[in-house]
C-alpha cells in the first residue's frame, strides 16, 4: 500500500500544494497550504482512530486529508472534483491500489459544501477535519482595518479544539472568539453551511456534532 508519509514526501504533490495556496493568496483566501492539509490530515487520524477504524482506512483519511485542496491549482470553482481527478493521476501513476484510489478521490470529490455528501466514514472525517479547522493563523492579511468577515472571524478565534466524548457519541468543536474583533453572529453567517455538513458527517459517524462557543452551546 502507498502509505502517506509516501504522500507527503512526495516532490510534485508538495508542488502542487504549493501552487495551488498560491493561487488563494492571490484571491484573498485564508491560508490553504501544508499547515493546513497537515492538520486535516491529523485530525481526520484522530476522528477514526478514536472511533475504532481499521489503520488501513486512517492511513486513506490521511492521504486524503492532505490532497484535498490541491484542485484550487486549477481553479477554486469545483475545486473538489478537479482535485478529486487530480488525486486520481497521481495515485495511479504511484501504483495504488485502485479499490484505495476510488474511496480517497471519492472523499475528496465531496468535502465541498457546495455538492459534497459524507458518502463514506472516510469522506466523513476529511468533512469534519476540514470544516473544523478555524483558527488566527489561518488569516494573511497583515491589515486588519481591512479585514474582510472571512478574516475578521478567523482572526477572532484564539482558541479552537475538536474532541470526541469518552462515550463516542459526540463530537465538538469549541471556540474561544473574541468578540470585539468579530460577534458571534458573523460566525453563522460564512459558516451556517460548513456546520450544517458537519452535522451530517458526524451523523455518518454515529455521532452528534456540537458547537460550543465561548462555553455556550449553540449547535
Known amino acids: 500500500m502507498i502509505t502517506f508519509e509516501e504522500v507527503k514526501n512526495n516532490p510534485k504533490i508538495k508542488a502542487y500544494i504549493t501552487k495551488a495556496d498560491e493561487s488563494l493568496l492571490a484571491l484573498g483566501f485564508t491560508e490553504h497550504s501544508f499547515a493546513h492539509v497537515g492538520l486535516v490530515a491529523q485530525r481526520a487520524e484522530y476522528i477514526l482512530k478514536t472511533l475504532g477504524y481499521s489503520e488501513h482506512e486512517i492511513e486513506l483519511a490521511k492521504i486524503a486529508g492532505y490532497l484535498h485542496d490541491i484542485g484550487n491549482?486549477?481553479?477554486?470553482?469545483?475545486?473538489?472534483?478537479?482535485?478529486?481527478?487530480?488525486?486520481?493521476?497521481?495515485?495511479?501513476?504511484?501504483?495504488?491500489?485502485?479499490?484505495?484510489?476510488?474511496?480517497?478521490?471519492?472523499?475528496?470529490?465531496?468535502?465541498?459544501?457546495?455538492?459534497?455528501?459524507?458518502?463514506n466514514a472516510v469522506a466523513a472525517a476529511i468533512i469534519l477535519a476540514d470544516k473544523t479547522d478555524v483558527r488566527r493563523s489561518r488569516v494573511r492579511n497583515n491589515d486588519i482595518t481591512s479585514f474582510d468577515i472571512h478574516d475578521r472571524v478567523n482572526y477572532s478565534v484564539i482558541e479552537s479544539s475538536v474532541n470526541i466524548n469518552d462515550e463516542k457519541t459526540q463530537i465538538t468543536l469549541e471556540l474561544k472568539i473574541d468578540t470585539d474583533i468579530s460577534p458571534v453572529l458573523n460566525y453563522f453567517e460564512i459558516f451556517l453551511k460548513r456546520m450544517i455538513m458537519c452535522k451530517k458527517a458526524a451523523q455518518r459517524l454515529k455521532l452528534e456534532f456540537k458547537l460550543v462557543i465561548n462555553g455556550q452551546t449553540i449547535i
Open 73 to 119: 491549482i486549477v481553479n477554486r470553482k469545483d475545486h473538489s472534483q478537479s482535485g478529486a481527478v487530480m488525486a486520481f493521476r497521481i495515485l495511479d501513476n504511484m501504483d495504488m491500489d485502485p479499490n484505495d484510489i476510488a474511496t480517497i478521490v471519492t472523499a475528496i470529490g465531496n468535502h465541498d459544501e457546495g455538492e459534497g455528501e459524507a458518502v
